[in-house]
């Protein structure tokens, strides 16, 4: 997908910014069976465009961290040039609505600004991908129509409000850990999304448990229906919006001392998801289609994928959807080990009972199960009933910690649990002191058991039982405040639920 007619993808663009010591790739669209001639760094090389039109090439890696290219393509009488490309760090940016928010919106935002106007965070980098909902297949309209080519940005206090907070702070945070050279995130991420969108249909298809509960759903709500039909219900689900709006604001302005979290727990929530129709973005494999493409040329230290609160109305196939996504990915930018940083769900209590506590737990798993796959927590910078939290610096700059490479490379998780002496014996990963912030409990089998510091021992939490125990879980809830549980850094225990 193309929102112009260059024979590079979009994403190649100059002043973009490379990964250092690693091959990439360069892409595009030309006609079908086009020869296609590339000059980089002093060096030709030739392919030919497959019967789509599609066309690679491999460029071999570049380790001078002081390099600076430009790249030449030629097909046919068409020519295209881009400029200053450098090589440094580049993450893949990815999920719903937290890590879409704006740094704009973030509570910071003004002091940010400041910060950059003085010369602070230099060499920093983003690229928006375009956040395109669907593609007429008879026209090739695409949708939003009012959609323009993106550009690279290195960050500045005039450009920074449109980018992830998360990944400002993320980055900001690497280069304050030592990390030199320029750093970038590519933003690919759209709100509302159900993991399901991004994941290729036959993929979906494959499954026979996800075959039903996404595509065969979505294509009986959709069946029978013309496009007045859809438009008819789009109209009724934008009215219902327009009032939930208008009586949240009505509602505020009666309660100025109310916090947006309480009044949206009084009026209700903003109406979601809208009904389904076919230009949708909330479809089955909608951005797969329409936004993965984008990036499918592009070559990352990394991925953060920070999702999972539009699945918890279907929490029970997330321990499906999420390995199948990351090996998605993997697959379709050739790169089977490409690191991954999963964002475990915030604290947030308007879901489903306990739904939000599976989905973490999914995370957990899946990071403990896929190889080069890490969770990174944030369980205790949720709000009970704000599902966007305005603080992003928190997640972000414990996020940047991470990514850095100077410690963990994600968050204390229990990795062992055993009974031995009448004790119970819980063995946490990636921390050499565990240490307490406030009171917590543990449930082991139905009763709750308070944690002090006699409980711990170095990196084991150690409770004496009666008898063998079940069960044990930790912070299984939507939402608790009691979040205590930390290593030596500060970093979070995700929670758990174990059967012994």
Known sequence: MKLNTNLLADIFQSNMILPLNKDFKLGGVVEN??????AFNHQNYQTTADEDGNWQVTIPTVSDPNFVGNVLVKAGEKKQEIENLRFGRVYLLSGQSNIEYRLKDEEHFA??????????????????VPQVDYIDPETDEVKPSNLNLEKWHQIDAENCGDMSAVGFYMIKQMREEGVTGPIAVVDCFKGGTSASVWIKKSDLAGDAELNEKFLVEYHDAIAGKTWADFDHETEEYNQKVEKHNKDLVRYLKMHPDTSLSTAKNIVGHTPWPPPARPDL???????YETMLSQVKYGVFNGVIWYQGENDTDRAEQYHKLLPLLLQTWRRELHDPSLPVKIIQLPGYNDYPKDSAALIRQVQLDTARKLPETDLVSFVDSGEEHNIHPTNKKVVGERLGKIVAGDNYAGTPYVKNARVENNQLILTVARCEQLKLSKAVYLTVDSHQVEITKDNLSKNQIVVAVEKAPQEVSYAYANFTADIGLYNELDYPVSPFKIEL
């Open 281 to 287: 973005f909330t479809r089955p494999s909608g951005l």
């Open 33 to 38: 069976k086009q020869k296609v001639e590339v």
């Open 111 to 128: 002091q940010v600004k400041e910060e950059l106007n003085k010369g602070k965070f230099q060499d920093l980098h983003y690229y928006n």
